[in-house]
C-alpha cells in the first residue's frame, strides 16, 4: 500500500484528489493540507511515500520549498508536483530540487496514480511533453532532430 499526503491550497482539488485514490487499492490517503508548512509537519508524524504536492500554495513554502527541504532529510518521502503551471522554469526548478516528478492538472486521473506508484518506486515522473522541454532547456544546442524521445 503506498501511502499518500495530498498537499495542496483549494480545499475542492484535496476533496476530488481524495475521491479518486478512494478507488484504488494500492493507494490510501493518509492525510493532507493546504500549507507547506503544515506538509513538513504531517510528513513526520504520517510518514507518507509520496507527497502530492501543488507548486503554488499561497503565502509560506510553495512546493519547491517543500521539496527541497524534504529532500535534505533523506530518501522518503518521494515528492510528486501536481500543479496547473506550465513553466519551463517551474518544471526545471522543481525537478532539480528533488522532485520525483512534476505533472499537470490536466491528465486523464490514471495519470495521476500512476504518476504516483513511478514516483513511490522511484521513478522519474513527466509526461513525454515535459520531459522532452526539459531536455531542451537543458541542452538548447542540441539539434532537435538529436535530441532523445520521450
Do not use: W
Amino acid at each position: 500500500m503506498i501511502k499518500v499526503l495530498i498537499v495542496d491550497d483549494h480545499p475542492v482539488v484535496r476533496s476530488g484528489l481524495r475521491a479518486l485514490f478512494a478507488g484504488e487499492p494500492t493507494l490510501t490517503v493518509v492525510g493532507s493540507t493546504a500549507s507547506g508548512e503544515e506538509a513538513l509537519t504531517l510528513v513526520a508524524a504520517l510518514a507518507p511515500d509520496v507527497v502530492l504536492c501543488d507548486l503554488r500554495l499561497g503565502d509560506g513554502l510553495d512546493g519547491v520549498a517543500v521539496t527541497e527541504t524534504l529532500r535534505r532529510g533523506g530518501d522518503r518521502p518521494a515528492v510528486l508536483i501536481l500543479t496547473t503551471y506550465d513553466n519551463d522554469s517551474d518544471i526545471v526548478r522543481a525537478v532539480m530540487a528533488g522532485a520525483a516528478g512534476y505533472l499537470l492538472k490536466d491528465p486523464d486521473p490514471e495519470r495521476i496514480t500512476t504518476g504516483i506508484r513511478d514516483a513511490a518506486a522511484g521513478r522519474l515522473v513527466l509526461s513525454p511533453e515535459l520531459e522532452r522541454r526539459v531536455v531542451e532547456r537543458d541542452d538548447p544546442g542540441r539539434p532537435p532532430t538529436q535530441r532523445p524521445r520521450a
